[in-house]
């Protein structure tokens, strides 16, 4: 039994009569269904992981040339007169602009009935499919 149905007993009861007995009550409580808690855990596949691992590479390497601060690069003069760079800055908020971009591509949101929406299609029929599965399994 839920808890809706316990209300309606208990208002039909109340209906009929001011006064309803504890053990009544007792017993409806007793046979009240255990409340169910579904936690969904999320993880992702190793081929989600190596997607986003790639098109994280991808991105960085397309936009290598704005990740090292040139203006703060040290060069050394050597003995055989070679220049060597010593040291160089690298821009690691331009780096995390460029990681939380990627990483936004992949995010999908669910709506208050369920439905997943993404900005990527294909992620979003992956995301139907497996939850199709995972209903179908239960």
Known sequence: MKKEQLVAQ???AKALTSVVSIDNVIALIQALDPEVRVEKVFGITEELAENIADRIERCLDYNSNSLIDFDSAEFE???SNEI???SADVNI???MEHVTATL???ITEEDEEGVITD??????IEAQIEAEQASQEE
Not at 119 to 124: G, W
Request: proline residues 5%; without cysteine.
């Open 84 to 86: 060597s760079l010593t």
């Open 10 to 12: 208990l208002e039909a």
């Open 77 to 79: 003069l050597s003995y």
């Open 93 to 95: 908020r331009d780096i």
């Open 119 to 124: 900005v990527d299609p294909e992620t979003q």
């Open 104 to 106: 936004d591509e992949f």
